[in-house]
Nanobody, 123 residues
Framework: VQLQASGGGLVQAGGSLRLSCAAS????????MGWFRQAPGKEREFVTA????????QYADSVKGRFTISRDNAKNTVYLQMNSLKPEDTAVYYC?????????????????WGQGTQVTVSS
């Protein structure tokens, strides 16, 4: 599976960004997807995940009510809508594929990763 994340950039606090992650190489619609982020000097942390059917989603407490994950299986793409951005959201954001069939936030269990896209939120 190849994953290509895009949509990052520089935004002021309170602003919005929409990240996209395009997948290729396997049957995208069968697999759960996740978004993670990693700030300088910090470990990679879970942001959100979505089941293959979009029925189940999971969010980190830090982004609940501000971020929304969605997917379009026809386009092999998963999205991350980020609203009310804060400086502490600044990080490289990664999308990942999980083949286990379980919606979860453990990065060690994800099987394929994209290259990441930088999100910078200025105060």
């Amino acid at each position: 599976v190849q994953l290509q994340a895009s949509g990052g950039g520089l935004v002021q606090a309170g602003g919005s960004l929409r990240l996209s992650c395009a997948a290729s190489g396997r049957t995208f619609s069968r697999y759960n997807m996740g978004w993670f982020r990693q700030a300088p000097g910090k470990e990679r942390e879970f942001v959100t995940a979505i089941s293959w059917s979009s029925i189940t989603t999971q969010y980190a407490d830090s982004v609940k009510g501000r971020f929304t994950i969605s997917r379009d299986n026809a386009k092999n793409t998963v999205y991350l809508q980020m609203n009310s951005l804060k400086p502490e959201d600044t990080a490289v954001y990664y999308c990942a594929v999980d083949l286990s069939g379980v919606v979860h936030g453990n990065p060690d269990w994800y099987d394929y990763w994209g290259q990441g896209t930088q999100v910078t939120v200025s105060s």
